[in-house]
C-alpha cells in the first residue's frame, strides 16, 4: 500500500453526469520512486541478473468523507500507476509486476489474514517453487522476500508481516513519510536484513519447557540411531538403495501429550 497522498486515482465506476473522464498528466509517488530504485540496486549488486517480481498490494476502507462510496478510498488505481512506473522505468531490470487488489476490509484484521493467505501468499510461493526448479537444493541461497514498511492500514501490514515471515523476509524501510508532504523532505530508504529485525531469537534446550525438551532429545536419540543403522549398513538396503539418489534423509518425532495423561508420548 502507498500513501493514499501519492496519486491521484479515478474511480473506476462508470462516471456519472456531468462529470467526465480525465487524463492523468503527472502523479507524485515519493515513497514508491525511493524505494524501487533502491531494492532493484541492491537486489542487483547482491544478484547479478537475479529475476525481480514485485507484488503491489492494494484495497480500501471506510471513507472519512460523508456521502462517499468506500470504493472511491481504494488504491487500486494507485497500484496500477506504480505498475505502470515499474514497467516504464525497470522494465529491463524486474521480471514482473503484478498488482493484488483485495476490495474491502483493508481495516479488518481477520479479513487481511484470509486476503493475504489466499492471495498473496499463493502467489510468493510460485516463486519460490519456481526458484526450486531452477536451483535444486541450493534455492534457499537464491531466493529472497522483501516488504517495504512505509505506510498502510496497521491491521494489513501486520497480517502481510505474519503470513510471510516463514519466507524469512528483509525490510525496506522509510521513517518520517509525512516529511515529504508537508516539508518537501524524504528520508533515505533503510534495508534490514531478517537477523537484523527478527524478535524471536533462538533458545538453548535447556531454557526450554520440560515437553519440549523431551522432544528435542528424542529427535537427537532419533537422529543417533539413524547415523549409527546407516553406518553400519550391514546389507539392510539404506545407504545403497533408499538414500542412493538425495542422500538426504528427513527425520521426524511426533510428540503427543494427551489431556489426563501423566507424560507424552513420542512417536518416530
Given at each position: 500500500?502507498?500513501?493514499?497522498?501519492?496519486?491521484?486515482?479515478?474511480?473506476?465506476?462508470?462516471?456519472?453526469?456531468?462529470?467526465?473522464?480525465?487524463?492523468?498528466?503527472?502523479?507524485?509517488?515519493?515513497?514508491?520512486?525511493?524505494?524501487?530504485?533502491?531494492?532493484?540496486?541492491?537486489?542487483?549488486?547482491?544478484?547479478?541478473?537475479?529475476?525481480?517480481?514485485?507484488?503491489?498490494?492494494?484495497?480500501?476502507?471506510?471513507?472519512?468523507?460523508?456521502?462517499?462510496?468506500?470504493?472511491?478510498?481504494?488504491?487500486?488505481?494507485?497500484?496500477?500507476?506504480?505498475?505502470?512506473?515499474?514497467?516504464?522505468?525497470?522494465g529491463d531490470r524486474i521480471f514482473d509486476v503484478h498488482t493484488v487488489h483485495s476490495g474491502a476490509g483493508i481495516e479488518s484484521y481477520?479479513?487481511?489474514?484470509?486476503?493475504?493467505?489466499?492471495?498473496?501468499?499463493?502467489?510468493?510461493?510460485?516463486?519460490?517453487?519456481?526458484?526450486?526448479?531452477?536451483?535444486?537444493?541450493?534455492?534457499?541461497?537464491?531466493?529472497?522476500?522483501?516488504?517495504?514498511?512505509?505506510?498502510?492500514?496497521?491491521?494489513?501490514?501486520?497480517?502481510?508481516?505474519?503470513?510471510?515471515?516463514?519466507?524469512?523476509?528483509?525490510?525496506?524501510?522509510?521513517?518520517?513519510?509525512?516529511?515529504?508532504?508537508?516539508?518537501?523532505?524524504?528520508?533515505?530508504?533503510?534495508?534490514?536484513?531478517?537477523?537484523?529485525?527478527?524478535?524471536?531469537?533462538?533458545?538453548?534446550?535447556?531454557?526450554?519447557?520440560?515437553?519440549?525438551?523431551?522432544?528435542?532429545?528424542?529427535?537427537?536419540?532419533?537422529?543417533?540411531?539413524?547415523?549409527?543403522?546407516?553406518?553400519?549398513?550391514?546389507?539392510?538396503?539404506?545407504?545403497?538403495?533408499?538414500?542412493?539418489?538425495?542422500?538426504?534423509?528427513?527425520?521426524?518425532?511426533?510428540?503427543?501429550?494427551?489431556?489426563?495423561?501423566?507424560?507424552?508420548?513420542?512417536?518416530?
Amino acid at each position: 500500500d502507498d500513501d493514499d497522498e501519492d496519486a491521484a486515482v479515478a474511480s473506476t465506476a462508470a462516471p456519472a453526469p456531468p462529470f467526465r473522464l480525465i487524463n492523468v498528466v503527472g502523479v507524485f509517488m515519493p515513497l514508491f520512486a525511493s524505494l524501487l530504485p533502491e531494492w532493484v540496486a541492491r537486489t542487483e549488486q547482491a544478484f547479478p541478473g537475479s529475476r525481480k517480481v514485485v507484488f503491489l498490494v492494494s484495497g480500501w476502507g471506510s471513507s472519512r468523507a460523508a456521502g462517499k462510496r468506500a470504493q472511491d478510498n481504494s488504491t487500486e488505481g494507485a497500484a496500477k500507476l506504480m505498475a505502470s512506473f515499474a514497467h516504464r522505468c525497470f522494465g529491463d531490470r524486474i521480471f514482473d509486476v503484478h498488482t493484488v487488489h483485495s476490495g474491502a476490509g483493508i481495516e479488518s484484521y481477520l479479513e487481511n489474514v484470509k486476503f493475504v493467505n489466499a492471495e498473496l501468499k499463493p502467489r510468493v510461493e510460485e516463486c519460490q517453487e519456481d526458484a526450486v526448479r531452477m536451483f535444486g537444493d541450493a534455492w534457499k541461497r537464491k531466493f529472497h522476500v522483501s516488504i517495504a514498511l512505509t505506510t498502510g492500514a496497521p491491521a494489513r501490514v501486520s497480517a502481510i508481516n505474519a503470513s510471510l515471515r516463514c519466507f524469512l523476509p528483509g525490510y525496506l524501510h522509510i521513517a518520517h513519510t509525512k516529511s515529504f508532504w508537508y516539508e518537501g523532505l524524504l528520508a533515505e530508504p533503510a534495508f534490514h536484513t531478517n537477523h537484523m529485525v527478527e524478535a524471536t531469537p533462538a533458545q538453548h534446550k535447556r531454557t526450554l519447557d520440560p515437553f519440549p525438551q523431551q522432544l528435542v532429545a528424542g529427535v537427537i536419540e532419533h537422529r543417533a540411531n539413524f547415523k549409527r543403522v546407516r553406518d553400519f549398513d550391514s546389507g539392510n538396503g539404506l545407504r545403497g538403495f533408499w538414500l542412493r539418489k538425495t542422500r538426504k534423509p528427513v527425520l521426524a518425532v511426533l510428540g503427543v501429550w494427551k489431556r489426563g495423561e501423566a507424560s507424552p508420548k513420542f512417536f518416530r
